[in-house]
């Protein structure tokens, strides 16, 4: 059993950032997906970003050039460094960690993206 702890989030004005980390409890080198989600209130969840294991990424279009996933294997801890932040980015982040026939969620952090 895996369990993710995610942080790092909080109110921000318009054009702001903040970088969300994902803390596993177990090694996650043999990953072979990380991805951060996002679910805004009446909203389905979404895809923001994902990395997988060779290193490769992927961004939703709405948050291309302004968001930037990241792991870290000696810390066991994903990233998602979130710049020119706008309103409707404002969500609940979650964290989704993939092995071989396992899938594993954090609990979320909220974003609030508001003046």
């Known amino acids: 059993q895996v369990q993710l702890v995610e942080s790092g989030g909080g109110l921000v004005q318009p054009g702001g950032s903040l970088r969300l980390s994902c803390a596993a409890s177990?090694?996650?080198?043999?990953?072979?997906?990380m991805g951060w989600y996002r679910q805004a209130p009446g909203k389905q969840r979404e895809l923001v970003a994902r990395?997988?294991?060779?290193?490769?990424?992927y961004y939703a279009d709405s948050v291309k050039g302004r968001f930037t996933i990241s792991r870290d294997n000696a810390k066991n801890t994903v990233y998602l460094q979130m710049n020119s932040l706008k309103p409707e980015d404002t969500a609940l982040y979650y964290c989704?960690?993939?092995?071989?026939?396992?899938?594993?969620w954090g609990q979320g952090t909220q974003v609030t993206v508001s003046s």
């Open positions: 989704n960690v993939r092995f071989p026939g396992y899938d594993y």
């Open positions: 177990a090694r996650i080198f043999n990953s072979n997906f």
């Open positions: 990395i997988v294991g060779g290193g490769n990424t």
